[in-house]
């Protein structure tokens, strides 16, 4: 018999919300200096111990939250 087609291997794991830390948000500000807007993974990349947990998604989000 085959695997049902609604097997939950695909799905990524969504844990709870986290707040951006203060060096989370000092590496973003640092990185889009050094690299530009729009770098999210080159940001990421460089900035890899401050920002481990995030996606380049989300860095772009804070981004643009913390230019409101």
Known sequence: ER?????????????????????????IRNGVERFGVGRWADIKSYYHIDLADRTSVQIKDRWRT???
């Open 3 to 27: 695997p049902s087609a609604c097997s939950s291997t695909k799905t990524k794991s969504r844990g709870k919300r986290m707040k951006f830390t203060d060096s989370e948000d000092a590496a």
């Open 66 to 68: 913390l230019n409101k």
